[in-house]
């Protein structure tokens, strides 16, 4: 500064702050923190909804899992004595739930257990475990007779005790479990035959009913909603990428074409649930597909997917510099030859990124699903494509609404694993389209 | 399934036909390519093509078409006294699709057709039963005799759209194949064949759009003939019955669905914006690194996982904290709930459309402005934001369209009660009471069992409709503004 002296004491300049500027100054001031308080408000948002869904879902991910010595008493499992799989079928679960009793009697008397007031042990066990033994019972007749170690899953309540859901003094209160019964789960835990583990089983199995919270998984919807994206990538990755050419290379400029603009862009912000109603009416009413069916949630799935990925392709298609096309022109090529042998394969990589960022929207869409049906309960997984685009099936977030309308606790905690597992695929689908961008991207 | 057969045998006649195209070019240039008008596989794709395209044209249009004649046919044969007390035509058409449905899972599980045939209508429902193909009613002989109708139609008819197709396929090959020379323009016929193809894809834009419009409008009209349209748009009182007697106005969804959005509006504005301009013009270029892509990144979470987050967390967390201790009622769903969180989820949408706009106004006239003297904040606030000003309110309003049609979070956020007019205005206005909107009774009336008679179920499409015109009005809004009053700088 021209008019700091050597020698004298810093002055600052000759300005000396007058109310009017300190008032401006603090305006100033003011005005950056809003800016700073704004951002920092996003950001703690993002960071507490995370958290928010880390902390209730990551128990999704572990079971508890309880050990017995279950006899198969050949006289309660097949009368005849022949182990034929077809007559030994006669015998429902509810044949098979006393054996469980039994061998929880049994496992009480073996390890000394003493618990005052304890009432129905089996109810630790899974009202599932009697289905999956008899399972594994008709798929092995030869183990009938024998005494064989069973791994079972803990009741909803008993893995709730163990994730700190459930305590002792709400178990007083709740009319599913009993304090006794949560001290017999000590018991068992301290002789080594319970144990929390991680839960594979929550990715894998299919959905479970109400009061079955501890054998539900995700099996059928993660099935799902991979086949709606396969649907969404063979639909609209060709159809989107054709109009888009059209619309960047060939269209005229005419009404048809401003119509077409016009329509694209207000595809782009239709509510989503308008889709859905799009769906019901005109792929199930009118066409009559079936309900449920990952084919019509592909189908409407591709059309919200659309205009993604046409306006991405475009803005792809319009970064090939033209020079790349007028020298095709020039050495013979015609228009078509040159859009799809030089100009296409060059905006490649930005067509796949915006179709990986169309997918991971799709992946993510509940509402339009909601009304093609696909909140139906669902247990058996749908077969191999193409007849499995045609059967019920259910899709990941729809599986996150369904169980937030159950009344179980549990079910919330699954839900929120079920995000967890939803933000995981959508996390590697972004960072697959990160990586294609850095990777492939071209300055020209 | 041999639909994936015929599909099957008519990719298997164009791959034939682009080899025979292609060699049948090849020999009448005497095997020099050179002598031929196009590249030799130009005249294999126009066979491929000319089978293709007429095939699978047929294909779909017969496959679209052919349900109505056979609904058509077989709902004359009905006679009128198989038609109960409060049923309709339609219903017993709906029976009888099911027993043909039920017909076929019988024989594909191996029973006897003549045995089907002679069974009585209660042994044939019982049958079916244990199958998993369940009636609604007992079966009539009239139904069953409808259904064996049905099946056999749509049995022959598929028969002889498999030879109609066929033929097609084979006509077509036969008449390319026959069209194939060296001065056949190969070349020119693909590439207008694919130009054709392209402007389809071009079209579906078009088409999904009429496809929206007309399947709303359609059932709009259904339900204004079943329900007075005086009363859907100016009535205050929301109660549907499937009973009958239902009360169906939208004003009080639109009241729900605009409160919410209001309150979204005022979390996602300020927050956005400030956010926007801070980091354009104040933050440094770390933070800026670090705080842009986690805006971002909030635009990228599924409205499910908002919606969970509303139920679970920030519901819970307003009725314990505010609206109990304050005495605004001990609803963990409500206005607020699913305003905020809406809110949140706007924020990245607000802030990156502004981002760009700031961006856009030119460098010059902010150093006009420290030229002049002003500081940064008054530059911003004088220069930047009027400049952009257009462009904020578009995106203001793009925001606001987003909000009105959001759905999932409104669904586990909001609750499902709707605003009660008659119960005073302190319960209307009260942002901890649950309130519901346009797009939670859209999802309420159209999931389940659905009845499309009954104008408790048709009112979704009306309410669609609504939603799709205000929705759409808000757009256009948007961007004629942004248009209109955009200043264009050199």
């Known amino acids: ?444 | 399934m041999p639909t994936t057969w015929l599909i099957l045998a008519i990719a298997a006649l164009a791959a034939l036909g682009f080899v025979a195209g292609r060699a049948r070019a090849m020999t009448s240039a005497g095997g020099d390519a050179r002598r031929l008008h196009s590249l030799p596989a130009y005249y294999g794709w126009n066979v491929a093509l000319t089978v293709l395209t007429p095939a699978l044209g047929l294909f779909v249009l017969w496959m679209l078409v052919q349900p109505f004649l056979v609904d058509r046919h077989v709902t004359g044969l009905i006679p009128d006294s198989a038609i109960g007390q409060g049923s309709s035509r339609g219903l017993v058409m709906s029976d009888v699709r099911r027993v043909a449905e039920g017909l076929s899972v019988l024989e594909a599980r191996g029973a006897d057709a003549d045995d089907i045939a002679a069974m009585t209508p209660e042994a044939l429902q019982d049958e079916m039963a244990a199958v998993g193909v369940a009636l609604g009613t007992p079966m009539t002989p009239a139904v069953k005799a409808a259904a064996e109708a049905y099946r056999a139609e749509t049995d022959g008819w598929r028969t002889w759209m498999g030879v109609a197709v066929l033929a097609a396929a084979l006509g077509g090959l036969a008449l390319s194949w026959r069209m194939t020379d060296k001065d056949f323009r190969a070349r020119n016929t693909v590439e207008r064949g694919i130009l054709f193809m392209l402007l389809g894809a071009a079209l579906v834009a078009i088409l999904t759009t009429l496809g929206i419009v007309l399947s709303m409008l359609f059932e709009t009209a259904n339900f204004f003939e079943a329900y007075p349209w005086q009363k859907f748009f100016l009535g205050t009182n929301w109660a549907p019955d499937f009973r009958g007697n239902s009360e169906l106005a939208i004003l009080p969804l639109l009241w729900g669905t605009l409160y919410i959005s209001l309150i979204a509006l005022l979390v996602a504005v300020p927050i956005g914006l400030f956010a926007a301009i801070y980091l354009s013009e104040y933050a440094t270029k770390r933070v800026r690194t670090l705080a842009k892509p986690a805006i971002e990144i909030l635009a990228g979470i599924p409205t499910i996982v908002y919606g969970l987050f509303a139920l679970i967390t920030v519901g819970p967390m307003l009725r314990d904290w505010l609206a109990q201790p304050l005495g605004f009622g001990n609803s963990s769903s409500s206005v607020m709930t699913a305003g905020l969180v809406m809110g949140i989820m706007l924020i990245p949408f607000v802030s990156s459309l502004s981002d760009d706009i700031i961006n856009a106004v030119p460098q010059s006239l902010r150093d006009g402005s420290y030229g002049l003297g002003a500081t940064q904040s008054e530059t911003i606030k004088q220069v930047i934001v009027p400049a952009a000003l257009p462009g904020i309110v578009g995106a203001i309003l793009l925001a606001a369209s987003r909000a009105i049609g959001e759905t999932m979070i409104v669904v586990l956020g909001a609750g499902a009660a709707a605003a009660q007019f008659n119960q005073g205005l302190g319960e209307v206005v009260n942002p901890f009471q649950a309130m519901t909107t346009i797009t939670v009774k859209i999802v309420s009336q159209l999931t389940g069992d659905t009845d499309f008679s009954s104008p408790e179920t048709l009112v979704a499409f009306a309410l669609g409709l609504t939603l799709f015109v205000i929705t759409l009005g808000l757009n256009v809004l948007a961007l004629w503004i942004v248009r209109r009053y955009r200043e264009q700088y050199e």
Do not use: C
Not at chain 1, 354 to 370: K, N, R, V
């Open chain 1, 1 to 444: 500064m021209t008019d700091m002296t050597a020698g004298a004491a810093p002055v600052r300049g000759t300005l000396v702050a007058d109310a009017h500027t300190r008032k401006r100054n603090a305006s100033e001031k003011r005005f950056r923190l809003y800016g700073a308080i704004a951002v920092s408000l996003a950001v703690i948002a993002l960071v507490f909804l995370l958290t928010s869904i880390v902390r209730n879902g990551a128990g999704a991910f572990m079971q508890t899992y309880i050990s017995l010595d279950v006899t198969l008493d050949a006289a309660k499992l097949d009368k005849s004595g022949n182990r034929n799989p077809v007559e030994m079928a006669k015998v429902t679960t509810f044949g098979y739930a006393p054996l469980i009793k039994d061998a929880m009697a049994s496992t009480i008397a073996a390890n000394g257990i003493e618990i005052e007031g304890l009432d129905k042990p089996e109810d630790l066990i899974s009202k599932e475990a009697s289905a999956q033994m008899r399972d594994v019972v008709l798929a092995n007749p030869e183990l009938v007779g024998e005494t064989r170690r069973f791994e079972f899953v803990a009741d909803g309540r008993i893995d709730g005790y163990y994730k700190g859901r459930v305590t002792m003094q709400s178990a007083e209160r709740d009319s599913n479990v009993t304090p006794a019964q949560l001290r017999f789960a000590d018991a068992l835990k301290e002789a080594g035959l319970l144990e929390t583990r991680f839960n594979w089983n929550f990715i894998t199995w299919p959905d479970a009913s109400e009061n079955r919270p501890e054998v539900s998984g995700l099996g059928v919807a993660i099935l799902g909603s991979f086949y709606m994206m396969l649907i969404v990538l063979g639909l609209a990755l060709p159809i989107g990428v054709a109009a888009s050419i059209y619309l960047e290379e060939f269209a005229p400029r005419n009404r048809l074409t401003d119509l077409i603009e016009v329509n694209i862009s207000n595809l782009a912000a239709v509510p989503s649930i308008v889709f859905g109603i799009l769906g019901l009416a005109i792929f199930i009413n009118f066409v009559g597909l079936p309900q449920s069916a990952p084919i019509v949630g592909g189908l409407v799935l591709t059309l919200m997917t659309l205009p993604t990925i046409i306006i991405t392709t475009r803005a792809s298609l319009t970064a090939v510099p033209p020079s790349i096309r007028e020298a095709a022109l020039g050495v013979g090529a015609s228009k078509m030859q040159t859009v799809f042998h030089h100009v296409l394969p060059l905006a490649g990589p930005g067509i796949m990124t915006g179709t990986i960022i169309g997918l991971a929207q799709a992946l993510g869409e509940t509402a339009p699903l909601l009304l093609i049906g696909m909140v139906a309960f669902v247990r058996e997984y749908p077969s191999a494509p193409p007849e499995g685009f045609f059967e019920p099936a259910t899709a990941l977030p729809v599986q996150v609404f369904n169980w937030t309308q159950r009344a179980d606790p549990a079910f919330i905690e699954r839900a929120s694993g079920a995000i967890i597992v939803l933000l995981v695929f959508l996390f590697i689908m972004n960072a697959i389209a990160v990586v294609l961008r850095r990777r492939f991207e071209r300055r020209w």
